[in-house]
């Protein structure tokens, strides 16, 4: 140990100002790359947030489940003081089912507003301290009774009510007027009455004298909204931000560059008059879709407008302004810490269902018209709203001194959002945690840049020392290693505990390329007797061939070995077609071709791939030899969906140029094959044999009868299933072989597909078991369906054809529903 540690000491002594260097290098390389946003870092800090909020707020493996339980760290704690009434499914369900409710309410959605001025007498009448509506209420109902009927359960109620306004490119700017946080503002100004002579009977008013009145209206209702919706807001040191501009797209939804501003649209002139408070409701999604931050103010250039949360502790507050400064929100008396742009990042602290209590809205109106009902009578047991006091009902408990959040979570109220914890919960989370945050300071804020920076310095600096000092070999592959996959649950232990964000991918990054270069400069003698034998050997066979031959100090031999790999076999659809058109100019074919293959090439190497091969328009690729790795199978996919993505791109290309269309179809397939060096002595060739590796040339071809273009075998889909999105197309028999196999299509990553495509696959997979079974007319239904949704469907496309030619000539007593896949 002694003589370690010397060791130790005197490679410390030696190179530690190297140690400084380097360190400083790979910080200031970090930080440039960080400015910049260089291959979207940006993407990799909020990957490593989400990562690290669930690794301990929802820890999936044992130790992290210990840490929880023993030391509370991440621990879900459920709101005591919001409480959630919500649109659910029960809700739908029953208010069309039951007579009294649906007469009074309607079947569907939306619902007549009657039903939230039951619901807010009820939860005035229960002790709620504010209620909060996630929703908006531009249109005015069918005949505007349910409207009325809201704003005069409005008035009746001491209860501050805080509705939701949005904001559209096609609404008329506001008016700027004096803000005041009174509400509500009062009545509008009656519109100017026709006098009529004494004994004779009111005329009707002229056209022009009705589009003086409406648009008299319209005006009041504008001047009405702003008085309604505009608050005192002080901001000291920041700017006040603009409302989210809309973004103009094309006719294939694409976006065209092009913004508009955006400004508030009026709601309901009787609830302008009669409401608590109006709020601006905003998404704020992050570049992925995520809601991991809130902002509290806006501004349209004239006005000031406030989130419903912040509205709602205002009332509360009693609070006459807002005011925003860097790290701190007042709001009356109450502080709350934020970030030093005006910002927070909402700390969701669990799930949404775990986090906040949640109560059918059904429940709660039945429950008003229940006590409504035994006004008056004293004669019923505890329990049964006696005397229809709503204010000592049992079952109003719940909402007493509490905050009361309505919003949807009903799979039709189209309201699914995602957050760092949940890929798909309902939008109201936002609003829940953030009421949430504000009442107990509990906001995430993100750490100064310098902490960060400082932090990133740290972390090169042991890097480096860890390097140069140990030299091991394992170091210096595991610690850059360990960093990329492993540095969030630092950063992520450490958020959660203290609800401070430091940065994860900065100092991540900066320790990586401090590693690189400590390995770098320490192997540098090293290097040159590698190049060496590289100039030897390049001309003969492949780069990362030679790579690992250098690394494993060995020449290539002739001898094989039994492998799990993935193959990977590619062409161009209509090649020949292709080919046809240009066979007079060979030399454009050529260079045509060799754009495709330098295109798709870059994405599988990337991926790890071995390039076996390539045979005029195909390409034939490993995963998972000669470099061995254990996800090898969806190493494969991500390739493969890489280059339809890339294809895409160049198809674009192509037909700005006017060259003909290109598209590839692609076949994986994973299993064990004879994998090594095939030729002699003097030209070897790297590659796989048998018949995993036919498979995945049939399943290529296959794309085409099943109008698809990338398909996989039993076994790439078992290695994969949880990670991507795939259907079981068919069960096929290979020609040769007696053994049915089960193919898939690859259709995306996990959580990427659109839900369309989702209700496709669905409908498809329901057709499928309909069509083994024999019973073809009801996969027809399916197929119908499915083919509503996306009529491009090829798979959908076959099996209907399938169906209808089983039902005018069944198969044979003996089918098995296997398709025969010929060579």
Known sequence: MRRALELIRLRLSRIWLVMLLLSVIATGFAAAWWEFDVM????????AYDDGLKAFTLPKRAALQFVQQKFGLGKVVRSEDVVIVALDDATMTQV??????????????????????????????????????DTVMNEQSSDGTGDRAFAEALQEISVPVILGFNTSATAKPLPKVEPTMARPVGPMPAPPVKETPEGEFPEDPTPAELAALNKLAQENRITWAAKAYSVPVTMKELEQPQFPAELEHDAKGNLTGKEFAAYPMP???????????????????????????????????NNSYATPPVLAIAALEKAEGITIEPGKLTIGKRT???????????????????????????????????????????????????????ETDPEGAPFKGKLVLVGGVAVGTGDSKATPLEQATPGLVKQAATLDNLLHDQFVTAAPFWVSLLFSFLVALFSVTLVLVVRNTFVDIGWPVLLY??????????????RIHVLSALPGLAGTVASILATTWERLFARKERERIKELFQNYMEADLVELMVEQKKLPSLE????????????????????????????????????????VTPELTGEGACIDKYIGDAVVALFGAPVPHDDHALRACRGALQVQKVIGQLREEFRKEGLPDVYTRVGLNTGTMMVGNIGSAQLLDYTAIGDE???????????????????????????????????????????????????????????????DKLKVVDLYGQALLAYRARRF?????????????????????????????????PPPEAWDGVSGLEK
């Not at 979207?40 to 990957?47: A, F, Q, V």
């Not at 709350?336 to 799930?351: L, S």
């Not at 099943?706 to 078992?718: F, N, Q, R, V």
Request: net charge negative.
């Open 40 to 47: 979207e870092i940006s993407d990799d800090e909020r990957g």
């Open 560 to 599: 094989g070995e039994n492998l799990e790999v993935t193959a990977f076999f590619s062409d161009i659809k209509g090649f020949s077609t292709f080919s046809e058109k240009l066979k007079d100019e060979p030399k454009q074919l050529m260079r045509i071709l060799n754009r495709y293959l330098s295109v």
């Open 96 to 133: 069309s089912e039951e007579a009294f409710l649906r007469e009074r309410y309607g079947s569907s959605l939306p619902f007549d507003r009657k039903v939230w001025a039951d619901l807010v007498r009820y939860l005035a009448r229960a002790g709620a301290r504010g209620i909060v509506f």
């Open 777 to 809: 007319q009801e996969a027809k239904v399916k197929l119908g369906q499915a083919l509503q949704v996306d009529e491009s469907d090829g798979p959908s496309r076959r099996l209907l054809s399938l169906c209808t030619e089983f039902e005018l000539h």
């Open 336 to 390: 709350v810490h934020i970030n030093q742009d005006g910002t927070a990042e909402i700390h969701y602290g669990g799930k949404l269902h775990d986090r906040f209590r949640m109560i059918p809205l059904v429940d709660v109106v039945r429950r008003f018209h229940f006590c409504k009902a035994r006004e008056g009578k004293t004669n019923q047991v505890d329990g049964d709203c006696p005397g229809g006091a709503i």
């Open 693 to 755: 590796m036919n498979l995945a040339a049939r399943l290529e071809g296959a794309n085409k009868i099943y109008g698809t273009l990338i398909m996989m075998g039993p076994g790439t889909y078992e290695a994969v299933k949880d990670q991507v999105e795939a259907r079981e197309l068919d069960r096929v028999r290979v020609a040769g072989k007696q053994n049915a196999v089960t193919v898939y299509e690859l259709l995306g990553m996990r959580g990427e597909l659109h839900h």
């Open 485 to 498: 996959v492993g540095f969030f649950t630092i950063t992520g232990s450490f958020l959660v505990a203290t």
């Open 267 to 301: 709601s309901l002139p009787v609830l302008l008059e009669t409401a608590g408070g109006f709020g601006a409701v905003s998404s704020e999604e992050d570049e992925d879709g995520k809601l991991r931050r809130t902002g509290f103010v806006f501004t349209d250039g």
